[in-house]
């Protein structure tokens, strides 16, 4: 019979083993409280790379005492950060953009506060901002850039407009937003991604090749002239709008609709020879630059009048066309706006929304647009 001899450990192994124990317990609840300790920050809005960098440097209760910050959090997790930044950084609203905490780094030094540096911020592209940065504090900065549709990159041209016609900040921004400080048909904007909605002037064209998708033809109840041609949800709108109308017993009908790039220009030659080219250029759109390419934009007349201004049915359309979604394009009174002398007749679609507002305010497309849908920054 064999007996079992028992391993008897000396006393520095059981020193050993204790102590690599405790090494194991101490590793662990600091493991705990790391993780404790990220998760506090990562609720707060904090990436995994940033908590880690404010809990090395120490500034975790900072961090806290801040709360969710996405500037903050994008300076700790950029190459750019300077931590005697750590307050601007905390308080100046986000932007998504490349460079912005290097951009922020660069106002702060040009002396900009941190309202002014979100006011820049907010009004431009990346680009913008890198270049604006490099220049010298501005004066008249909130003057101009209180107003959501500012764009940073046409500072100068605010400050140049603003001096020279003496208007308003608002009119200035709307004015040169809509490039009124340039020549007609120079430099213009090319429309390249088109929607209901696209600003078609003297400055912003359409391309040769622009077709609306949805093209159709108005039937001839509707419509004075042959072959007249529209964008679809126009035409329908229309359609309603020419029915309730005749239910009053008043008749309007589509002189003309749709014209292609080509049309257009064969249209300009005409009236060229006919009357020149100041005529031309005053009162009638080069091709790319005419509403009419887009489909949505009709020339009304009556059925009871040859001057469609003095018809009855001119009365009613002023009043109601904007339940259909159309608004009278070229208004009495705007021509320095609109670039075009009043127009009774040319009505454009722009859906019930926007031509109940415009009609509401009594302003043009052209300054709803600059105002509410050009995210051109």
């Known amino acids: 019979m064999t007996t079992k001899r028992k391993i008897k450990l000396k006393r520095p192994a059981i020193i050993l083993i204790k102590t690599f124990s405790i090494i194991l317990v101490i590793l662990l609840l600091l493991l705990i409280f790391y993780n404790h300790e990220m998760n506090q920050l990562k609720v707060l809005g904090y990436s995994t790379y940033s908590s880690r960098k404010i809990l090395f440097s ?70 913008d901002v890198t270049e604006f940065a490099k220049r010298d504090k501005v004066r008249y900065l909130e003057e101009f850039f209180s107003y959501d549709f500012a764009k940073l990159s046409n500072y100068d041209r605010y400050v140049n407009f603003s001096d020279e016609s003496g208007e308003d900040e608002e009119t200035t921004i709307v004015y040169v937003n809509l490039d009124l400080d340039k020549e007609q048909y120079v430099d213009p904007v090319t429309i390249n991604s088109f929607d209901s909605k696209a600003l078609v002037t003297k400055h912003r064209q359409l391309t040769s090749k622009f077709v609306p998708d949805k093209l159709i033809k108005v039937p001839e109840k509707y419509s004075g002239e ?38 257009q220009k064969k249209l300009c030659e005409e009236y060229l020879k006919l009357y020149g080219e100041e005529y031309v250029n005053k009162y009638v759109a080069k091709e790319g630059f005419s509403e009419h390419q887009t489909g949505m934009s009709f020339d009304i007349g009556s059925t009871s009048s040859n001057v469609f201004a003095n018809s009855k049915e001119y009365s009613w359309v002023q009043e109601n066309a904007h339940n259909y979604g159309f608004i009278q394009r070229f ?47």
Do not use: C
Request: cysteine-free; charged content about 30%.
């Open 58 to 127: 120490f500034k975790k209760n900072d961090v806290i005492s801040v709360g969710n910050s996405k500037t903050l959090n994008a300076a700790y997790e950029s190459d750019d950060f300077n931590e005697k930044y750590f307050n601007n950084y905390a308080k100046i609203e986000y932007q998504n953009q490349k460079h912005l905490i290097k951009n922020i780094n660069s106002l702060i030094k040009k002396k900009y506060n941190n309202k002014e540096i979100s006011i820049i911020l907010a009004h431009g592209s990346d680009g």
């Open 226 to 263: 042959d072959k007249v041609k529209g964008e679809s949800q126009a035409v329908l709108s229309f359609e309603k709008m020419a029915d309730d109308a005749n239910s009053q017993g008043m008749g309007i009908v589509i002189n003309s609709g749709y014209r292609s790039f080509e049309s």
């Open 331 to 377: 208004p009495k009174g705007y021509e320095d706006i609109t670039g075009f002398r009043a127009e009774s007749w040319h009505y454009r679609y722009v859906g019930k929304k926007i031509a109940t507002y415009i009609y509401e305010h009594k302003i043009t497309f052209d300054e709803y647009y600059i105002k509410f849908l050009d995210n051109n920054i």
